[in-house]
Structure formats: structure tokens, C-alpha cells
């Protein structure tokens, strides 16, 4: 396995085949939107369709927005599974729900493709190989799709059988939205008192030698305030569509098991100060 067609060309799929692309090992691309193709210099015309992609390439990597979107590039005259490929290997890079997994994994299944479940993070760094991919599968297969994932990811990490990558995801990015709000909070109080954020920074920072700290919390308030910034509210609107997907996947999956999860509940309903577009200086109480 070699070459890969990348669907979906946004922040993560852009940049994965970006890499791929400067690896010699992009086979084709594709996207409903055929201006997307512009930020891959050099690739292979657009293909018509998913079926088409597959139809081209070794393995193909999923990177559209949801379950919806990914189990109908899969389906249909025009999905990847037409391509008729039993063997294949097909990466889904997306984030979803677990039912949808299994719902894409028993559409594999059938066609006789491989389906690798593979969370990813660290996205502002997709086209410079810097993905580190959480990764659920049989080791076999993973094994062999390492020479696509050595094309673009910075780290592989095997979390366990099919399912384990996405459900790793999941647990990750409650994790990391639970300290971007306790970031938020945090923020208020050194705002108000006219303290340094980036000296807060280095306090949260930790000792690197026994894993780290908290600086990561404050990545949102340390950027430039939203208010009169056109472009600075447009990065924090797609952040907090972004936060909100992933939480309403993470209370989804939490109702499964009967069990709620208050504090992303609470995050969800206090999105937009999450993702600094409004209330800088802290919520005023009652809102």
C-alpha cells in the first residue's frame, strides 16, 4: 500500500494531502466544493466522484465534517464502496458518533474493505506532517498502512481494536474542552486583576519532566479579542462549531451508557464564551 486519495480538503484533509502530495504518494483528491482543490498545489484533477478517488488510489482517507457526510461517501453508485475493491484500506479521519462507526464499518465489511478508525489532533499542523492520529484497528492492518500514515501523521498511536481510535477521540476531546473552558474562567480572574496572560502561561506550564501542565487552557484567551475583528471571528465561530460537534458526540455517547456528562453540558451551553466571542472579562451573572 502506497498511494492514498484524500476526500474532503478542509483543515485536516488539506493538509494531509498537502503531505501526502510532497511525498509523492497522492493519488487523487476530492471535494463538493472543487475551489478546495486550489490549496493542494500540484494534485491530481479533482475526481468526479468518491468512487472514482477509490478507483485510483491504494487507500483512501476520509476527512469530511460527519457521520452524515461519511457514510455517504461510502454509499451509493457513486461511493467509495462502488469502486469494488475488496482489500482496500479506508482511513476515516473524521470525528463521529459511534453508531455511525458501526454503521461504516458494517458497510466495509460487506464490500470486503478495511476500515481503520483513526481520530486525529494537532490540525494547525496537518500540512507540515505534524497529525498525531489516534488509531482503532487490527494490528495487521495497521501494519499495513503504515507507509500512508508515515506520508503525513507526525505520531501513530494504536488505542486498540476497531472502534478504539474513534471512542479515544471522543475521550480526548472532552478532556480538552473541559480545560479550555477551565482556561476561560481562569482567564477572567487574571484579566480583571491585570494579570499577564502569557506569564499565567508559564505558571500553568508545569515541569516538562513530569508530563507537562495547563498551559494549553489559555490557547483561546490568549489569542486577539473577536470584537472588531472580521478574521479573528470567523477562526473563533468555526472553533466553536467545531467544540460544539464534538460535545454533542461526547453526551451522545455518555446517554449510551446511561450516565450524563454535566460539565460538557455545562460547556455546550456556554459555547460562545468559551470560544472568547463574547464576555471577555467573564460572564455578568444571570447571563
Known sequence: MKTGGVIGLGSIGGG???CLQRSGQ??????VQAAA????????????????????SDCVLIAVLNGEQTLAVLSGPDGVLAANKPGQTVILLSTINMADLAGAQAMCK??????????????????????ICMAGGEDGDLAAAKPVFDGFAQQVLHMGGPGAGMAAKIARNTTYFGCMRAGYEGAVIARNYGVSLDQLTLALSGDPTAGGGLEGALAMARRPEAAGN????KLREYFQMLMVKDLEVAIAEAARFGVRLPMVELIRENAASTSGLEYPLGQPIGA
Open 37 to 56: 482543490a486550489d490549496r493542494v498545489k500540484g494534485a491530481p484533477p479533482i475526481s468526479s466522484s468518491p468512487r472514482a478517488l477509490a478507483e485510483a
Open 26 to 31: 497522492l493519488a487523487a483528491i476530492y471535494d
Open 16 to 18: 494531509v494531502a498537502i
Open 110 to 131: 460487506d464490500a470486503g474493505v478495511i476500515l481503520i478508525d483513526c481520530g486525529v489532533t494537532n490540525g494547525p499542523k496537518s500540512a507540515e506532517n505534524g497529525l
Open 230 to 233: 472580521a478574521d479573528e471571528t
